[in-house]
């Protein structure tokens, strides 16, 4: 099963350390999860016997002040390499986490992306779902979320003619945050 992708095109995150965050993924019992890259999650308190990590949790639409999964993938050598859609953050995995900004532009793949209809649209707005960690597609937004993008355009990512893959990708820019 492939995996989402995230680019962090143009983030204010990629020059400002402040908006970096390290945290670990969990359900509200405390249990370890794997999640996407481009998934978004709320901040809880400091793991336990931690000075940096946070409790990574499910959003809330309209309260939570979210960060945006960006872990990034190591490679150990040229044997091991496959596809960013192969990555995956593993239950119990550090994860580094991006706080976006307004006006800041990034690129999605439709795996962290919860569509109105078979897939998004370019000029839908995505939101920050109430509970999941999938980003949400309105037709448009209203004002309860807590982070809103419009969609601005779609790119064919390892567009190969003789079979490889083709992974679209979707350029989205904030809009609130």
């Not at 597609?137 to 003789?162: F, K, M, R």
Request: charged share 15%.
């Amino acid at each position: 099963m492939a995996n989402a992708i995230f680019v962090a095109e143009n983030m204010a995150s990629t020059k400002v350390p402040s908006l970096l965050k390290t945290g670990r993924y969990q359900d509200g019992a405390g249990n370890d999860l794997p999640i996407n890259n481009g998934c978004v999650v709320a901040l809880g308190g400091l793991m336990p016997n931690e000075k940096e990590t946070y409790l990574a949790l499910d959003p809330n639409a309209n309260t939570d002040e979210v960060y945006i999964v960006d872990t990034p993938e190591v490679i150990y050598s040229e044997e091991t390499i496959s596809g960013l859609n192969d990555y995956t953050n593993v239950a119990g995995q550090l994860i580094r986490l991006r706080k976006p900004q307004v006006g800041d532009s990034f690129a999605v793949s439709a795996r962290a992306i919860t569509p109105l209809g078979a897939a998004p649209v370019v000029g839908n707005t995505i939101v920050t779902p109430n509970g999941g960690s999938a980003l949400w597609v309105e037709a448009a937004a209203g004002n309860a979320e807590s982070v809103q993008c419009i969609i601005e355009d779609s790119y064919v990512l390892g567009n190969d003619p003789l079979g490889g893959r083709a992974i679209t990708m979707y350029t989205c820019r904030v809009v609130v945050a």
